[in-house]
């Protein structure tokens, strides 16, 4: 969570494109993820992240504050969006080669191919999981959410969010093996 | 666990600065909702104005016709003078509109019709003009009959 | 040369200023909406009252009666059109869309006290029937007074808040003018420091803007309307005007450093 972030909102609620800036810088990265691991093309998961933002920017003015994370807001959009994305390309998209752009530019060169391969090839094999085992892969894993906001933002329990965990991680070492 | 590890390493994955900044950039731009045109803001004030309230407060410079074929990166439709201009006279009407509010409140409020068409503009009868001449000149005069306000209305009473 | 033998009366004066721009048919047009939009004309009525105090003809006792006639009827007009006046502001600020929470629910409690100012115009009613001459004096005082100390802090809100909204839209246009004009020469802006400076110079005069209309908004939401919140929006306006000459300026900037390019 952002500092500050409830006065931050506040402000975006009320129209300031800066206090959506900070919002923007905070969760992009984060939502940008979430969508690649699941279209697999990084074209379409900016352009889907980028209907994301917009989305919530247009929107903002009816958001409040329910007690949930600013991101689960977010992710909901997300999800919606990656769904509307399926359901107009119909046709099964090729698992896209490794691609280092994935990448932040210090992060490749540090890494080295051989980690970016074994990063890719997990990339791909949560690509092939169960949307709902990605999307706890993606918070819980990757973004080491809490499960109160992962479960919130899936509109699913806590007690729900825990089985499903154990359930992705187990169907994930299966498919890497 | 090895795969735990891995899927930390994922934090690496982020977008391309470039495409971050145009569209950050892109959505702070998009108007957020339906806002006012000038021209819906100032239409209540325009009915009473219309032309003569311009006193040229704003020096409105007519910037030519940019070509668009020399660089494509020049910002031209955001720098429309046409746009421009109206957006900048809009602000000058409406500056004459508030400094008559200053003087006289009513004004504001009087000078639009209400919805019904009826005004409640309180002015007695204007006699149209007598046109004399003075040393050859023609002159125009324009008598009036005293109007009488609400406030005079009662100090009258009073007495 | 144009010869004015008028008392200062808000409208014939905007006429006659609007004839000097529109010309001579206009000046025709002006003068028949004017006479056309004749309401409360109290002329009529207090001529009345002169002749009736001034009338040799009748006696002491029969010109008191026909005084007082003409007393009250004169009030009924002064209520009546008093009335139409606040209802006038009502509708008015009724048709104000105001964004801003705060100041909508200012708006709010400004209708409800207009409501009550018509309410107490309508009960001055109640007794005039009753009223003998100088019953009608203290009438015509109290209602004087209440004008001046109550129902002038009505106007003077809604106006406040009437002009303050309009600057506040007025801003979020230029806002959105900026952030255009800003994404428009973003690639250029690095390369030039002429373009750059014009930039910065339309941002502080959008924020000297935002920060005068926050200030009209305090004397607003406090309920207390003075000269100084118009003066603060008159201001702000100024401000946005300058916004745009640096947006004019910018066309021209940028003109030029494209010449500079190809020479």
């Known amino acids: ?35 690649l691991v699941k279209v697999g093309h990084r074209e379409e998961a900016e ?45 099964a998209t090729s698992i896209e080669q490794v691609n280092p752009e994935f990448f932040a530019v210090p992060a490749a060169m540090q890494l080295g191919m051989d980690k970016i391969f074994e990063i890719d090839k997990v990339r791909q094999a949560i690509k092939n999981l169960d949307p709902i085992y990605q999307d706890v892969i ?40 | 666990m090895e795969l735990e590890k891995i899927l930390k390493e994922f ?55 940019f070509s668009t074929g020399i660089n494509s990166r020049v910002p031209l439709a955001s720098l429309d003078p046409i746009t421009l201009k109206a957006e900048a006279e809009a602000i000058d009407i409406q500056i004459q509109l508030t400094a008559l509010g200053y003087d006289n409140p009513l004004q504001v409020i009087n000078d639009t019709s209400t919805p019904s068409g009826v005004s409640i503009k309180k002015v007695a009868k204007i006699i149209p003009t007598e046109i004399k001449t003075e040393e050859g000149k023609e002159t125009t005069v324009i008598e009036t009959e005293p109007v009488i306000t609400i406030e005079e209305a009662l100090e009258v009473l009073v007495k | ?121 309508e009960d001055q009613t109640l007794g005039i029937k009753d009223l ?35 600057a506040e839209d007025f801003l979020s246009v230029a806002d959105q ?11 250029i802006k690095e390369e030039s420091e002429e373009v750059s400076k014009v930039l910065d110079e339309a941002k502080e005069s959008l924020e000297n803007a935002r920060i005068l209309i926050a200030s009209s908004k305090k004397s607003i939401l406090e309920f207390a309307p003075n000269a100084d919140t118009i003066e603060d929006v008159k201001k702000a306006l100024e401000e946005l005007a300058s916004a745009y000459k640096s947006f004019f300026e910018m066309g021209q900037v940028i003109k030029d450093e494209t010449l500079k390019k190809i020479e």
């Open chain 1, 1 to 35: 969570m952002l500092d500050g972030e409830k006065s931050i909102i506040e402000d975006a609620v009320g129209g300031e494109a800066s206090a959506f800036g900070a919002l923007y810088d905070h969760y992009q990265p984060m939502i940008y993820r979430f969508v």
């Open chain 1, 47 to 91: 352009d889907l992240t980028h209907q994301v933002f917009l989305s919530a920017w247009q929107n903002i003015h009816g958001y409040k504050d329910m007690g949930f994370p600013f991101s689960s807001w977010l992710y909901k959009i997300a999800r919606n969006a990656v769904v509307d994305f399926y359901r107009s390309n119909k046709e």
């Open chain 1, 138 to 177: 993606m918070m819980r894993f990757v973004e080491d959410l809490p499960i109160r906001e992962v479960a919130q933002a899936l509109d699913k329990s806590e007690g729900a969010i825990k089985l499903i965990q154990h359930r992705a991680m187990k169907k994930l070492k299966e498919i890497l093996i």
């Open chain 2, 11 to 65: 934090k690496n994955i982020e977008p391309r600065a470039e495409f971050s900044k145009i569209s950050r950039a892109t959505i702070l731009a998009t108007t957020r909702t339906p806002k006012k045109t000038w021209a819906q803001i100032l239409w209540p004030s325009l009915r009473f104005s219309s032309g003569a309230l311009i006193t040229g407060f704003l020096i409105v410079i007519i910037v030519g016709a």
């Open chain 3, 1 to 121: 040369m144009i010869k004015k033998l008028i008392s200062f009366s808000f409208l014939t004066t905007t006429l006659l200023l609007g004839s000097f721009f529109l010309g001579d048919t206009s000046k025709t047009r002006a003068i028949e909406e004017a006479e056309a939009q004749v309401f409360c004309g109290f002329n009529e009525k207090l001529a009345e009252l002169i002749k009736v105090q001034t009338d040799k003809e009748a006696d002491s006792l029969q010109k008191i009666k026909n005084e007082l006639v003409v007393r009250k009827e004169l009030l009924n007009l002064i209520i009546d059109c008093s009335v139409k006046e606040a209802e006038l502001l009502k509708t008015k600020l009724e048709s104000v869309k105001i964004d801003d929470k705060e100041v909508a629910e200012v708006k709010e409690k400004t209708l409800s006290e207009i409501d009550r100012a018509i309410d107490y115009y």
């Open chain 3, 132 to 166: 003998g001459l100088q019953g009608s004096k203290l009438l015509a005082k109290k209602i004087l007074d209440w004008r001046s100390s109550n129902y002038s802090v009505l106007v003077g809100q809604t106006v406040n808040i009437i002009t303050w909204n309009n």
């Open chain 3, 177 to 187: 003018r900026f952030l255009d004009v800003s994404l428009g020469v973003s690639g």
